[in-house]
């Protein structure tokens, strides 16, 4: 499956954006996938996951309550709606797939073999 990321910009500290993530390929149903992100001279940060039928999500601490990770399988997308962006949230951000349940490691980079190109979100103060 091939990911492509958009919806990222620039918005001020309060302000809400949503990413999306399109799949093309066969099988989307049967993808785990989640978000990531990295921040300029950071690594890669788990940001939140969905399991294949949407039933089950995780977030990072920090996004709990502001982020929420949805999907709509007949679109072959998962989307990320960011709610009260803070400058701390600025970063390029990735979506990752697995063909796999979503499992209890979903936190980990290496755990998805499959990897959008990253969109840019920038918040200003």
């Known amino acids: 499956v091939q990911l492509q990321a958009f919806g990222g910009g620039l918005v001020q500290a309060g302000d809400s954006l949503r990413l999306s993530c399109a799949a093309s390929g066969r099988a989307f149903s049967s993808y785990a996938l989640a978000w990531f992100r990295q921040a300029p001279g950071s690594g890669r940060e788990f940001v939140a996951a969905?399991?294949?039928?949407?039933?089950?999500?995780y977030y990072l601490d920090s996004v709990k309550g502001r982020f929420t990770i949805s999907r709509d399988n007949a679109k072959n997308t998962v989307y990320l709606q960011m709610n009260s962006l803070k400058p701390e949230d600025t970063a390029v951000y990735y979506c990752?797939?697995?063909?796999?349940?979503?499992?209890?490691?979903?936190?980990?980079?290496?755990?998805?073999?499959?990897w959008g190109q990253g969109t840019q979100v920038t918040v200003s103060s």
């Open positions: 990752a797939g697995k063909p796999d349940y979503i499992g209890a490691s979903y936190y980990y980079t290496h755990e998805y073999n499959y």
């Open positions: 969905i399991s294949r039928s949407g039933g089950r999500t």
